[in-house]
């Protein structure tokens, strides 16, 4: 999404590029330093259309990133699903699924400023000036066909049981969750998995079934993923100013449908640590199941060395087992499926 273009449809107008880089600066301090004052941003327009500004043109190419993650056959469902985006903000994640199902979508937003409904509406009718966008949470009992609710950096901000009403309200058929990559949020993200899998959905992303996640008393590891993303120019200039790195990010992505669909994920990288002169060496998640791997570089390419040295938490790899020692599984990769982008 070109830059120029946004700035067009914003709340709040912005003197000069400065000006906005200026209100990006402060956004991040909130969010980052001040988390007392996280709220400040949805009440004060300028901050607000500095958030749609710097999230959305970074969101778009990380909802793409994530989808060839998903399993196809539940992608062709989501295609035909009414979208609830949930904390919907400027709706930086409507427009995203909007943009990659390339044709009008239903769409409901549930947000709780009045400033972000509005951003979010002079956004979406900027954008698709002859399509509906609905905001009124009384519409939910019109929807026909299935329901996919997404929370997009939301479900952290609206606390657990906030995320649990939401869905007990809403019933939906679909659910996904982009959300922070923290070791802070991951608890919450686990109590969300564990009582969505006991009103009878499964988990179709990260795990490879509902039986309990091995990483529930880690203290040093927990579950994310990392996306790399190609930012436009523009977008690109304007993070490195404000000294945001937006180019490899981490997030927790899980997603849930109450109908099971299939996927062969085993085994998915946890923690990556620095390699050895003779290996690398990863904590996995194997079915359910904590292991520590070891591969040995001796006889192995160049090549396929770089191909590991890039391996990133949430990469899912498939091997071969040469030998079970005490302390480590030492494994041969047949293949590694990088969730973020090559070198
Ligand atoms: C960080 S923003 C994310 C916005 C958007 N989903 C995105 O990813 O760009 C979090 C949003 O969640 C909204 N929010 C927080 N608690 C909420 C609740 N209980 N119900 C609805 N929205 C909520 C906030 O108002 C804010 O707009």
Known sequence: MDLNLLRQHLIYEFKNENDLLKAIEELSVKFTQNRDHIGDYLKDKRLASAYTAFYLTTNIPKFQGIIPWLPQSWLEDLRQSTLIDIGAGPGTFSIAFREWVGAAVE??????????????????????????????????????????????????????????????????????????????????????????????????????????????????????????????????????????????????????SKHNYSQHTKTRIVRVFAETKFSFEWDVCELNQNKHFQIMKRGLSKVTQAKLAFAKAGDSVEVEIEKTLEEAVRVKVKSINHHSLEP
């Open 107 to 256: 769409v409901l937003q549930i947000e709780t400023s009045q400033i972000m409904r509005d951003q979010a509406q002079k956004l979406w009718s900027g954008l698709y000036p002859d399509e509906k966008l609905t905001q009124s949470k009384s519409s939910l009992r019109d929807l026909q066909g299935q329901k996919l609710a997404l929370f997009g950096h939301s479900a952290n901000e609206m606390g657990t049981e906030g995320v649990l009403n939401y869905i007990r309200e809403i019933n939906p058929d679909h659910i996904l969750f982009i959300e922070p990559g923290t070791k802070d949020f991951f608890p919450k993200m686990l109590t969300i998995r564990e009582a969505l899998i006991s009103m009878g959905y499964h988990i179709l992303f990260p795990c490879p079934n509902n039986e309990s996640c091995p990483l529930a008393n880690s203290v040093n590891d927990w579950c994310h993923q990392f996306i790399q993303i190609k930012q436009s120019p523009d977008v690109e200039r304007l993070a490195q100013m404000a000294r945001k790195d937006r180019r490899l990010l981490p997030l927790t992505v899980q997603a849930f």
